[in-house]
């Protein structure tokens, strides 16, 4: 909503009945909307139906204070912009408040011209940040379902295979490195297939532990266990009518594995806690970077569902593989970079492309719309140019090995041993993100608690960011 458009609306939170009367009488004559409440509690009720574009509050009222108001608020209407009213003898409780989010305070009397003053700029100050957030949603929303972009002939089997599990129902396993595009392909299924206008559900199986995984997919009645404080449905029923995608499969641990293979056999199961047999309709895909049938082999990941999930593979290229579009995809992420940034780089010039085509990149695709992220929003030319581009990009060899491949020789010549080579490309991660632990996880396939635990056990944890 925007003050142009639509009249703003004005909250009056005020026991004081005449000064709220004459606020409200000024602040009409101004033309805005104006409504009163004589207290907090009354006030956060009616905003449960209708949130106001602003409140005005008293500091001192007898049923809850100002401050209270404020972080009952903060939990309820984040966002919303106060402004606090306070008599001269409590700034400091003022000063509080703008630390717990208020945005303003006025002294009383009220100052007029002071009020009007305020209120624009704080309206203002609004408008332009809701402004920002719907351009950023409309632009993410936007790119997120372009089509997957590679012309070389590596993602073109991707694709056409894409296509044919489209038209099916049949389940696939995604396969591939850290940000190779997984989860894109996973997109690219579902929007192709049958099951478009039904949901999508992801359930990133490594970001919980055991019995939570559980209760997420299974669901549960009120009070199945403690913490279970309402009735939850789980993903699967969620799924229904669409697509489940499960990602980081390789990750859950066995127990729950076997209770997943019984689902997708009978294709029936129940919420935790009750007794009622449930079916849902969905159609399955899985991801996971892990080499699954090694680890099957290992007796980690239980063969029979393995096989019940690779009914049909798709194993995604790393970058390194699919070199040819490098360029492609470099202009593709500097246009996103520059309409989510609002900035107007024009191209990469022929020697950073040249820098691009040669690095490995570990982290595959999305290493590289990092970079070029990063590259967009630092930089001050028209064009992206080699002193751009992070150190690791300078003095590739044209060869091109793979980034790890001196260190895991040495680790077979005997020269160093697997918690030596294990330190050395954690000390390689963090450089190559600059110090910064959710991009490392994210290039080293891991959680960033794993992470966190493994610079730990080495000692690198000290001067790490983030
Ligand atoms: N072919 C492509 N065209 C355009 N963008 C791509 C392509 N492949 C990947 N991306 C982008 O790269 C980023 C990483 O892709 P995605 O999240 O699908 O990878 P992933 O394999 O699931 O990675 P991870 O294993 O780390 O979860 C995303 O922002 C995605 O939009
Ligand atoms: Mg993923």
Known sequence: MTSDTVVPRIAIVEDDAGQARQLGRILELEGFLTSHYASP???????????????????????????????????AHPGLPVIMMTAFGSVDTAKQALKLGAHDYLLKPIDVDELLVTLRKVLQTRQLKQENLTLRK????????????????????????????????????????????KELVAEAIHARSARAAGPLIKVHCAALPENLLEAELFGHEKGAFTGAAALRKGRFEEADGGTLFLDEVGEIAPPVQVKLLRVLQQKTFERLGSGATLKADFRLI?????????????????????????????PLPPLRERREDIALLAQHFLAKANALNRKHVEGIGEAALDLLARYPFPGNVRELENLIERCVVLSRGTHIEPDDLPPELHGTPGAAPQATAGPVERLWRGELNLDALERLILEDAMQRSRGVQTEAARLLGISRRTLQYRLEKHGLSKSAPE
Request: charged letters at 25%; proline letters at 5%; glycine letters at 6%.
């Open 286 to 314: 899985a991801a996971t970077n892990r080499d699954l049938q090694a680890e099957v082999k290992a007796g980690h990941f239980r063969e029979d569902l393995y096989y019940r999930l690779n009914v049909i593979p798709i």
């Open 138 to 181: 409309q632009l993410k929303t936007q790119y997120q379902f372009e089509r997957a972009i590679g012309a070389a002939p590596a993602w073109r089997r991707v694709m056409e295979t894409v296509d044919a599990v489209a038209d099916s129902e049949a389940t696939a396993l995604i396969l591939g490195e850290s940000g190779t595009g």
């Open 41 to 75: 509690l009354a006030a956060l009720s009616a905003w449960a139906q209708a949130p106001p574009d602003l409140v005005l509050t008293d500091l001192n009222m007898p049923d809850m204070d100002g401050i209270a108001l404020l972080e009952k608020m903060r939990e």
